[in-house]
């Protein structure tokens, strides 16, 4: 081969890569513009999820990587949601498929923490879905991702208002209350993200947060003088609020090893306990001493990362029953 011909086929080659790059690139931008074009979302497929039972209230824990998303279904085609993923375009198809799949109407949205873990996916669903009412924690002034999700709920035509110390959220029959944050004053953002109690036929459970043993403690101390004093001070009106009759508990913190101590997982005594965390994730997300001290308490341990998303049935009749799927 000459040096002519050697020079063709090196342009040749160039040319090929230059393609190449130029249509990965393409590909690129269309991902980034289709995760942004609202009605794109209008034809993803429904997950095959069958339809709820007559009296039952379903909770889906979604495998939405190293994040938190939640949804409630009320019945009527309401679903409480609480978090929403990280916002990547893989999460949020996740999530709105599995809306569309549940045959939502309407949505309250509750964001427990302003991490993008927990809120990045806020603003798809407040663009797919018929949204009520958004709750947001404390801290909207100093938290940009609090407040750009306020803009775009009011925008959207949804109430928006505040989560702390005796919110409380109900729907037919079923009820949740918020015990954590208290204040304004709150400025550790982990610490400061909603701990909520949801209650439905006298099954109880718990969603944690990102709070760490520092929070529990304190949630602890005011269980004991609950107790001391003969009142329950977490009840919000006529809503029971009784920690230690927890049967469900979504980990804090992805099951990090500095939440979940024993004396807080020792008063809740969950007999099912989800963790909500990503395969392989860089943070050792559940810490072994995590799942040490569930188990040393009887809990069923369920993880997103092994089992993908985890559904929890509840009967009207007190009993439930849990499965896990992956779509």
């Known amino acids: ?8 086929q090196r342009r040749k080659r160039t040319l ?5 790059l130029l249509a990965v690139a393409a ?20 997950y095959p999820i069958g339809e709820i039972g007559e009296g039952e209230v379903r909770i889906h824990f979604l495998d939405v990587g190293q994040g938190d998303c939640e949804i409630v279904e009320l019945g009527g085609g309401t679903a ?4 929403a993923g990280d916002g990547s375009w893989e999460h949020n198809s996740h999530i709105l498929r599995y809306l569309k799949g549940l045959r939502t109407r309407s949505v309250l949205l ?29 801290l909207p002034a100093s938290m940009k991702a609090y407040s750009d999700i306020g803009k775009r709920a009011e925008e959207r ?8 110390r005796y919110s409380t959220i109900e729907r037919g029959g079923a ?8 204040s304004v004053d709150e400025t550790d953002t982990n610490d400061s993200s909603a701990v909520i109690f949801f209650s439905y036929a006298g099954v109880n459970v718990l969603f944690g947060g990102d709070v760490s043993a520092t929070r529990e403690e304190r949630l602890l101390n005011e269980q004991k003088l609950s107790e001391q004093l003969g009142e329950h001070l977490f009840d919000s ?47 050792g997300h559940p810490a072994d001493g995590a799942l040490t001290r569930l188990a040393a308490i009887g809990a069923e341990i369920y993880r997103t990362d092994e089992l993908g998303d985890v559904m929890i049935t509840i009967s009207p009749d007190g009993t439930y029953r849990t499965e896990y799927h992956r779509y």
């Open 1 to 8: 081969m000459d040096s002519q011909e050697r020079k063709k």
């Open 16 to 20: 090929l890569k230059l393609l190449g």
């Open 27 to 46: 590909i690129v931008a269309a991902i980034g513009l289709w995760n942004n074009f609202t009605p794109f979302r209008r034809y993803l497929p429904a």
């Open 80 to 83: 409480l949601i609480i978090d």
């Open 110 to 138: 509750a964001v427990t923490h302003a991490d993008t873990d927990h809120c990045g996916g806020a603003a798809a669903i407040l663009e797919d879905q018929n949204t009520e009412t958004v709750f947001l924690p404390v």
């Open 157 to 164: 035509g949804a109430e928006v208002k505040t989560l702390s």
């Open 175 to 182: 009820y949740a209350v918020c015990l954590s944050p208290y």
């Open 237 to 283: 009106g006529g809503h029971a609020v009784r920690l230690e009759e927890t049967d469900i508990l979504k980990v804090s913190h992805h099951g990090s090893g500095g939440s979940s101590s024993l004396a807080w997982l020792e008063l809740l005594k969950p007999e099912t306990a989800v963790i909500s965390c990503g395969q392989g994730n860089s943070y």
